[in-house]
C-alpha cells in the first residue's frame, strides 16, 4: 500500500510552514514562505499539502495537527483514499470578502489585472530555480509572494490544484470571496464540444470546503484577445513580460512572439515585432486542440509558414485554407456566455477592460465562424457541440 506521511509540521507566525515528508521511505523537507505574518490553520495545511499529492497515494497521513471531519472528507475526494489525521469539531464559518487573482505575471494573468475589482489582492509562487526568472517581473506588482521548494521536490506532478496551494494557505489571511485564475477561451473551447449549456464553473473540493467562488475573468478571451488587452494597458511591459514566462529555446516563448505579431498585423502594422527566434519545433498538429486553435488566427495574419516552423508535422491544407477564407474576427472578441453564471458582479469589469481595448462581443456570424473552427479541428465532437 503506497503512503504519504506529513510530519513535524512547524509554524510560525511570520509564515514559515516547514514541513517533513515521507513518501513510501522516501524523505524530503518541504517548505512555504508565505510572504505575510501569517500562521495557517491545521485544516487549511493539511488541505493545501493533498492537493501536492492529488491521488498519488492510497493513504495520507497527517501528524500532528488536528482538523475537522468535513476537512477529511475533502481531503478524501481529492486524494480517492484513506485519509489518517485526528478529527476535532467543525470549521469555523467565515465569510469571505475579497477577490484574490493567482497572479503569473504572463500576458492571461497581466490581462486579468486590469479585470479584478477594487481593493482585490494578488498573490504569487516563487518556485526559484529555473523559474527564478519570473520573480524580478512580478515582483513590480503589488502582489503577495510565496516562496517555496515544491517544484523542486517534485510536488508539481500530482494535481492540477497545486498551483493554488499558496492561496488555499493565505485563505484566512486574505479572507477569499472569489480567487481568480487564468484559463482563455483556447481552454474553454473544449466545453463547446459537451452537450451542455451550462457555463459556471462549480468549486473544487477544495474551495469548496473554504467557501471560495473559482473566477476566470479572461475565459471568454482567446489568446489574441488577451495580447490585445496587454498591448493596449501595459505596452511598456510586454517586452518583460515575455521574458518571465518561458525561455527562448521553449515553444511557449516563440509562440507568445508569433501571437503578439499576429495581433499587430490584424491592426494593419507592416513593421512587426519582436523577432521570431529560430527553435522548434515542437507540436504535432491535431494533437493539442488548444495548439491548433490558436494557430488559426496565427495562420490569417500571419501566413503558414512562420506557424508551420513550429510544428513537425505539415498543417492541413483545409485548415490553411480555412484561415484565409473566414474572417476570424471571434479571436478578437468576447465570448459572453462565458462570462456569466455565479460571477455576474465581476463581468461587467471584462467587458468594460475588452471594450477599451477595442475588443466587441460576439455577433451571429463569429458564432457561425467559431462553430466551423471548432468542428474542423474536433470532428469527432461535432454532433454534441453546442455553441448558440
Avoid at 500500500?1 to 514541513?19: C, E
Avoid at 512580478?138 to 496551494?165: K, Q, S, Y
Avoid at 482567446?222 to 495580447?227: D, L
Avoid at 480555412?322 to 462570462?339: G, H, N, R
Wanted: some cysteine; hydrophobic content about 40%; overall charge neutral.
Amino acid at each position: 500500500m503506497s503512503v504519504v506521511t506529513f510530519s513535524n509540521i512547524r509554524r510560525s507566525r511570520k509564515g514559515r510552514l516547514d514541513v517533513s515528508v515521507d513518501e513510501d521511505g522516501d524523505s524530503s523537507e518541504l517548505y512555504f514562505d508565505l510572504g505575510v505574518r501569517h500562521k495557517p490553520a491545521d485544516d487549511v495545511v493539511a488541505l493545501a499539502l493533498a492537493l501536492l499529492v492529488g491521488s498519488k497515494y492510497q493513504t495520507i497521513v497527517y501528524e500532528g495537527i488536528e482538523a475537522p471531519v468535513e476537512c477529511r472528507e475533502t481531503i478524501e475526494k481529492i486524494s480517492r483514499g484513506k485519509v489518517e489525521l485526528k478529527e476535532r469539531g467543525s470549521r469555523p464559518h467565515r465569510v469571505g470578502k475579497r477577490s484574490v487573482l493567482a497572479f503569473s505575471g504572463g500576458f492571461d494573468s497581466l490581462a486579468a489585472v486590469s479585470m479584478m475589482p477594487p481593493r482585490s489582492k494578488r498573490f504569487s509562487f516563487d518556485f526559484g530555480g529555473k523559474f527564478a526568472r519570473e520573480r524580478p517581473f512580478f515582483e513590480r506588482f503589488d502582489t503577495t509572494i510565496v516562496e517555496t521548494n515544491l517544484v523542486d521536490e517534485g510536488f508539481n506532478r500530482h494535481h492540477w490544484e497545486f498551483m493554488l496551494a499558496g492561496a488555499i494557505l493565505l485563505n484566512d489571511h486574505f479572507r477569499i470571496d472569489h480567487l481568480a485564475t487564468g484559463g482563455v477561451f483556447g481552454l474553454a473551447a473544449l466545453d463547446l464540444m459537451k452537450n451542455s449549456r451550462t457555463w459556471d464553473t462549480p468549486p473544487s473540493a477544495a474551495q469548496e470546503y473554504l467557501g471560495i467562488t473559482p473566477y476566470f475573468p479572461v475565459r471568454g478571451l482567446t489568446e489574441a484577445g488577451t495580447a490585445a488587452i496587454v498591448h493596449h494597458r501595459y505596452p511598456h511591459l510586454l517586452a518583460d513580460s515575455l521574458t518571465s514566462l518561458a525561455n527562448p529555446k521553449e515553444g511557449k516563448y516563440t509562440r507568445k512572439i508569433l501571437m503578439m505579431r499576429a495581433y499587430q498585423a490584424s491592426l494593419g502594422r507592416t513593421e512587426l515585432w519582436p523577432d521570431i527566434p529560430t527553435a522548434g519545433p515542437w507540436y504535432v498538429w491535431g494533437k493539442s486542440f488548444t495548439e491548433d486553435f490558436v494557430s488559426m488566427f496565427m495562420i490569417k495574419h500571419l501566413g503558414v509558414e512562420p506557424v508551420q516552423a513550429s510544428y513537425r508535422n505539415p498543417i492541413p491544407d483545409e485548415a490553411v485554407a480555412a484561415a484565409k477564407d473566414l474572417s476570424l474576427d471571434f479571436y478578437l472578441k468576447v465570448f459572453p456566455e462565458q462570462m456569466w453564471g455565479k460571477n455576474n458582479d465581476l463581468a461587467h469589469r471584462v467587458f468594460e477592460t475588452a471594450l477599451a481595448a477595442g475588443m466587441g462581443i460576439y455577433g451571429r456570424s463569429d458564432f457561425r465562424e467559431l462553430e466551423q473552427v471548432v468542428t474542423m479541428l474536433y470532428p469527432q465532437g461535432s454532433e454534441t457541440l453546442v455553441v448558440r
